[in-house]
């Protein structure tokens, strides 16, 4: 998995310049290292589907610093981060169902023996 990839797409998706995004680079990799320890098989490790996971990743975190400011106009107010969040939260469970044939579910099953 190329950490410059991962940079490029977290950038797009959080619209910060590439300048800006590298700033993020650390998130970016701790992201990058919670996908792949989370993959079945090593030979899969390069696949272009986990950048993007890792991408994702990296931007639901990005979300979660972001300020909750309200945008108030008028007796209309939006928490514009909250909103964000939500979508961030989309887009990262539909990257991780993308990926769910080489991604390890570590969430509790309980199951009846």
Same mark, same amino acid.
Request: charged content about 35%.
């Given at each position: 998995?190329? *950490? =410059? /990839?991962?940079?490029?797409? %977290?950038?797009?998706? @959080?619209? &910060? ?9 650390? &998130?970016? =990799? ?7 320890? +989370?993959? #079945? /098989?090593?030979? %899969? +490790?390069?696949? #272009?589907?986990?950048? $993007? ?5 990296? $931007?639901?975190? $990005?979300? &979660?610093?972001?300020?909750? #400011?309200?945008?108030?106009?008028? =007796? *209309? @107010?939006?928490?514009?981060? !909250?909103? +964000?969040?939500?979508?961030? #939260?989309?887009?990262? =469970? !539909?990257? &991780? ?5 080489? $991604?390890?579910?570590?969430? %509790?099953? %309980?199951?009846?023996?």
């Amino acid at each position: 998995m190329e *950490i =410059e /990839n991962v940079l490029m797409i %977290f950038g797009e998706l @959080s619209e &910060l310049n590439e300048d800006k995004a590298a700033k993020y680079r650390c &998130l970016c =990799e701790s992201a990058v290292r919670a996908v792949t320890d +989370r993959i #079945k /098989n090593a030979s %899969f +490790r390069d696949c #272009k589907r986990l950048e $993007y996971a890792a991408a994702v990743t990296a $931007y639901y975190r $990005y979300t &979660l610093t972001l300020e909750n #400011k309200d945008i108030t106009v008028g =007796e *209309i @107010s939006v928490k514009q981060p !909250q909103r +964000r969040i939500e979508c961030a #939260k989309l887009l990262l =469970e !539909q990257a &991780l169902a993308d990926i769910s044939d080489i $991604y390890e579910d570590r969430d %509790f099953v %309980f199951e009846r023996i």
